[in-house]
């Protein structure tokens, strides 16, 4: 039981620690599907399990590298891309409304107690599946972070998105700023040298 639930925090250190690289790598968008849908792979092998409880774990496991991948990648892309005026409120949301997952969570888990099958543990397992097919598939329809487009030379797209979100004009002082906002930022990024792992405990 210990390893069965230890598993899904150790899978959420390393989702985290690899999401960076991986958002940096792919983009935000798709970096967030594909976070989502590695989660779906982890509920398969999860519920799936019959009779070895090794399976169950490893299924934590790569459900908990989804988790930690979505818990930078997701912030991340929200505050990238959200207007400036509605920027905290909707990071901030992103916590209550996972709390509020949490909550849920354990209404099913009170609501399939009694159940005397496998179902009493399949269930709560495999609603995850659902939310995350459509924060795989739903984010695709969302337009990639401008800062990110913006990093990848696709200023125009950066430009058009950080003005659709905020209901201006393209070439408006707001979205001016913004992009001149972005552009300090990832000229001072590029300028730095390369950090290496061990300076997280050197400094």
């Known amino acids: 039981q210990g390893t069965i639930v230890g598993l ?23 970096a967030i599907s594909v976070s989502a849908l590695w989660s779906c792979v982890g509920i398969i092998i999860e519920i799936s399990s019959q009779t070895k409880w090794y399976q169950f774990a490893i299924g934590r496991l790569v459900t908990g590298v989804s988790i930690g991948a979505l818990s930078v990648v997701v912030p991340m892309y929200q505050s990238e891309s959200s207007p400036a005026i509605i920027r905290s409120i909707l990071v901030s949301s992103y916590q209550l409304f996972i709390t509020l997952g949490i909550w849920t969570s354990y ?23 659902l939310w995350s097919l459509i924060l795989g598939g739903g984010i695709m329809f969302l337009p990639e972070s401008p800062r990110f487009a913006y990093y990848k030379g696709r200023e125009d797209e950066a430009r058009d998105t950080i003005a659709r979100l905020a209901g201006v004009d393209p070439q408006s002082r707001s979205v001016n700023d913004q ?19 061990i300076e997280i405990f050197t400094g």
């Open 179 to 197: 992009i001149a906002q972005i552009r300090a930022k990832v000229e001072e990024e590029q300028n730095l040298e390369k950090a290496h792992w």
């Open 8 to 30: 899904l925090p150790v899978g959420c250190l390393v989702g985290a620690l690899v999401a960076g690289k991986i958002a940096d790598s792919l983009g935000r968008k798709l």
């Open 107 to 129: 209404m099913v888990d009170w609501g399939t107690n009694e159940m005397t099958n496998s179902a009493s543990w399949r269930i709560p397992n495999g609603l995850g599946f």
